[in-house]
């Protein structure tokens, strides 16, 4: 199965595509999305939405795995951020996509078999399972890879639960 795996931000906008299974993966290609703090959101989004597209055009994946946010008492934060969940979300819409969301907590868990492990053990998981010989960076594109790897370790009755 392939998987493109998205941690997303409207600064940064990691992406990170991974083919296999449960036991098994590798990793096709990482890169982030970026946009200036200092430009209009409209090209923002628009600048996401249209990369995003471009990753799927070239990853033909079965399905989009993205990093669920929470945010506590960071509003402004969150609004900006929400503007790049929506890009990922119509750029899955346009291309007939299924997406589904994993929190931090479950990530956690599918890589490290806990889910208070922190990023270090996370992006060190994520190393060994794709068999790379350094960890991914920057970090953006290591924690979508992390949640590609999660939905490929998730039996498909589960994964319908995480379905956006």
């Known amino acids: 199965m392939r998987v493109l795996g998205v941690d ?3 600064t940064n906008l990691g992406l990170a595509a991974v083919e296999g299974d449960a036991r098994a993966a590798r990793l096709l290609f990482s890169r982030v999305l970026a946009t200036r703090p200092n430009e209009p959101a409209t090209l ?7 990369g995003v597209l471009a990753a799927i055009g070239e990853a033909e994946p079965e399905a989009l795995a ?4 929470y945010f506590y008492r960071q509003n402004e934060r969150a609004f900006q951020v929400g503007w790049g969940v929506g890009a990922v979300l119509a750029a899955a819409h346009r291309t007939g ?5 994993y929190g931090p907590m479950q990530v956690k868990k599918a890589l490290v078999g806990h889910g208070r492990a922190d990023k270090a053990q996370v992006a060190f ?8 010989s350094a ?4 970090s953006h594109t290591a924690d979508a890879a992390a949640v590609a790897l999660t939905h490929l370790a998730q ?3 589960v994964r319908e639960s995480f379905r956006l």
């Open 135 to 138: 960890p991914l960076t920057p």
């Open 97 to 101: 996509l299924s997406v589904y969301a």
């Open 8 to 10: 997303p931000g409207i």
């Open 66 to 69: 993205l990093e669920a946010q």
């Open 44 to 50: 923002r989004v628009g600048r996401l939405f249209e």
């Open 125 to 132: 998981m994520v190393r060994a399972l794709l068999g790379l």
């Open 155 to 157: 039996p498909p009755e």
